[in-house]
């Protein structure tokens, strides 16, 4: 039986602390949060760092190396470690904790796109700190930049600690990039594709477009690869159960959507991680270990890396 792979992106760098007071923060705060998804059934927590005092998306090693052997000591989770970290950083910024720390896996985000937070200004108008609505504000004129340079520089910086990706896909011309890097023979197979739905400027999140994205990956890599989805904001769950029942894995987490449902924050990132584990399970499948994962992925395993 196939066992699907349960990622949990625990905070990412989309949401401010203002917006939820269950948003990880602290260091303290993002061990616990993995530690707890880990236990509901998370086997890769997705990590980003913050500033403690005001939440601000923080990719400095030095962040990172507050959480991580916490977290390593104390689950058996794979831990992916962001290179996408904010939008508004350079690659040679987001790649840093990923360059000292050598996890076993790390994002790669496969191609620019706009990156439209803005939106989230007519839900949330009061801020704690000054930057959260210039964060929003400013991405009417973001452009994420993941050009064919900014990923050959990412992939060459990684070549050496035998760490492997998660492949984010917000268009369907990111599976193309991907492609483009295997034929050349700078990614390896199996490849992890994590499929992205309804981030503004990317692509929807219509069931049309979750086929859209399975059936252009099948076509791309045939069963070179493993494809998971994570669906933002209210379409976590629905494109979660759609992926499942189509044979991917899945992504939830605070980093994604804040929500466990129509006008109820979610209290945890375990609340959302159990949610995604029912509809695993109510489908007859069961949800990987993190040991299942690694050999699902091929990862070289938590002995190899350097935290």
């Known amino acids: 039986m196939k066992k699907v792979i349960i990622t949990c992106a625990v905070t990412g760098a989309i949401h401010t602390p203002s917006m939820s007071p ?21 086997a890769v927590i ?15 090693p030095e962040a990172f190396a507050k959480f991580l052997p916490q977290i390593k000591a104390r689950t058996k989770a794979v831990l992916n470690l962001t290179s996408g970290g904010s939008p508004f950083m350079t ?15 790390s994002s790669l985000n496969m191609g620019s796109f706009n990156f439209g937070l803005f939106p989230m200004l007519d839900r ?61 023979g700078l990614v390896k197979a199996p490849f992890f594709v994590q499929s992205v739905f309804g981030i503004l400027g990317g692509i929807g999140a219509h069931s049309e477009d979750v086929m859209h994205m399975r059936r252009t990956a099948d076509r791309l890599f045939g069963r070179d690869y493993q494809w998971s989805v994570l669906g933002a904001g209210r379409h976590q769950l629905r494109i979660a159960a759609m992926a499942a029942s189509m044979g991917g894995n899945v992504r939830v987490g ?16 375990a609340e ?14 069961e949800v990987a270990t ?9 990862l070289k395993g938590a002995d190899k890396v350097r935290f």
Request: aromatic share 10%; hydrophobic share 40%.
């Open 46 to 60: 997705h990590l980003h760092a913050r500033d403690p005092v005001s939440g601000k998306p923080d990719q400095s």
């Open 124 to 184: 949330f108008t009061e801020f704690k700190h000054a930057w959260e609505r210039a964060h929003l504000e400013n991405s009417r004129d973001l452009i994420f930049r993941n050009t064919f340079k900014d990923i050959e520089y990412a992939l060459a910086a990684c070549s050496a600690n035998q760490t492997r990706f998660e492949f984010e896909c917000y268009d369907i011309g990111h599976l193309y990039n991907l492609a483009h890097f295997a034929d050349r």
């Open 254 to 269: 605070l980093e994604d959507s804040l929500w466990l449902g129509k006008g109820t924050l979610a209290k945890s990132n």
């Open 91 to 105: 690659i040679e910024e987001r790649i840093q904790p990923s360059m000292r720390f050598a996890p076993e896996v």
């Open 290 to 298: 993190p040991d299942e994962a690694r050999a699902i992925l091929a």
């Open 272 to 285: 959302q991680v159990l949610r995604a584990r029912r509809i695993i399970e109510g489908l007859g499948l």
């Open 22 to 42: 269950y948003l990880p923060v602290t260091p303290d705060e993002i061990v616990e949060a993995s530690v707890a998804a880990a236990e509901a059934g998370a």
